[in-house]
């Protein structure tokens, strides 16, 4: 048991690029000339190198670049008892020619925990890391954002506060399994909260028969229960995007919106913020942040290969500082680079020269 609460100075939000002989290895297993076996052989070899290379960079956090993942959400949820997830016809990722369109999750029986869902996946990269690993969730609002309440089954949850209080039982199941582990670092990504900052989200919203700045309120209340019980010295961050798939987006707008709700309202110990361009506003809304909370700044852009300035980069988290102590604040990019399985429009080369790029800054900022 580690005697503080993990925080670092250069972090990053958690997924890579597969490599192309995972690719391939998926592809065979889909068409079923590899066994569920020969799969994961594949992936822990990947796993293991992508573990190395992150360390090399210099980082002291390591994931596992999600390369068991088919996208940063599906394969944890999927494994859900109650649910199922299906077609959506919900808006399209913007910024790319590259068109990819979000699945639903739809809720027909009463939510359950099948056992451990990441519990195995933590403990391959704890063991093969020399530093800090840490898990990433998809968040819980997730399972009910696109649809609300016309996604759950009103058969098994006449009263929807019963399907939330399910939901949060779930992922604190889930949490306690991975803490048994020995995991001290559990990273919620919530790219849902920042689709509260786009006008075409919100409208969506009021036309499934809520209002936003409700179901905002709700999901956060949501997220606090599910980490309720968390351990003492669990270090629990929320990543907050406007979508990441394929180097496109899906909304945009400043946090202004959100911030007094969300920033000022979740019981986490930091925030993943993306702050890598003008979608996403200035640094105004952090001053919601209360006292002791941390914020890690996304200012390096994963859906870009072009390397940032460091002289820039140092400029803006100064910037950040009259809003936030710089002791309270840590840098890395904005996003994952493989959010789902084929990725960001960027090369392998790109991806670590970026996480790279972000050591080196957090060393020049804070010092190595």
């Known amino acids: 048991m580690v005697s503080a609460k993990p925080f670092f100075r250069a972090d990053h939000v958690g997924s890579l690029l597969r490599p192309p002989e995972l690719l391939s290895a998926r592809e065979r297993f889909t068409k079923g000339e590899i066994d569920a076996a020969d799969l994961r052989a594949v992936e822990d070899a990947a796993i293991s190198d992508a573990v190395a290379l992150q360390e090399e960079t210099g980082l002291q956090i390591v994931t596992d670049g999600e390369l068991r993942r088919e996208n940063w959400w599906i394969d944890f949820i999927s494994r859900l008892e109650g649910l199922r997830i299906e077609e959506g016809q919900n808006p399209t990722f913007a910024g790319t020619q590259a068109r990819y369109v979000p699945k639903n999750v739809v809720t027909r029986e009463k939510l359950r925990w099948p056992g451990p869902i990441l519990r195995r996946d933590f403990t391959f990269v704890a063991d093969v890391a020399s530093t800090t690993a840490k898990i990433t969730l998809p968040s819980p609002s997730r399972i009910h954002f696109h649809g609300g309440r016309n996604v759950v089954s009103r058969d098994a949850y006449p009263d929807i506060d019963a399907f939330f209080e399910d939901v949060a039982s779930v992922y604190r199941r889930e949490i306690a399994a991975l803490e048994e582990a020995g995991c001290r670092y559990i990273q919620i990504d919530d790219p849902i909260l920042a689709y509260f900052v786009d006008d075409k989200m919100r409208d969506q919203i009021v036309t499934e028969g809520d209002q936003p700045d409700e179901r905002l309120a709700r999901y956060v209340r949501l997220i606090n229960a599910c980490i309720a019980k968390a351990h003492p010295q669990t270090t629990i961050g929320v990543h907050v995007c406007r979508g990441n798939a394929r180097s496109a987006w899906l909304a945009s707008g400043g946090y202004d919106r959100i911030a007094e709700t969300v ?56 910037e950040a500082t009259k809003y936030v102590a710089l002791e309270d604040l840590a840098l890395s990019p904005q996003c994952g680079f493989a959010s789902i399985r084929e990725g960001n429009l960027i090369s392998s080369e790109e991806q670590w020269a970026k996480l790279r790029l972000v050591v080196e800054t957090a060393n020049r900022i804070w010092g190595g």
């Open 263 to 318: 920033l000022g309202g979740l019981d986490v110990d930091h925030f993943l913020l993306e702050y890598d361009d003008e979608r996403s506003g200035d640094f105004r809304p952090l001053r919601f942040v209360p006292r002791g909370k941390r914020v890690v700044l996304g200012l390096v852009t994963t859906k870009r290969g072009a390397l940032e300035d460091p002289e820039a980069l140092c400029r803006r988290v100064e």
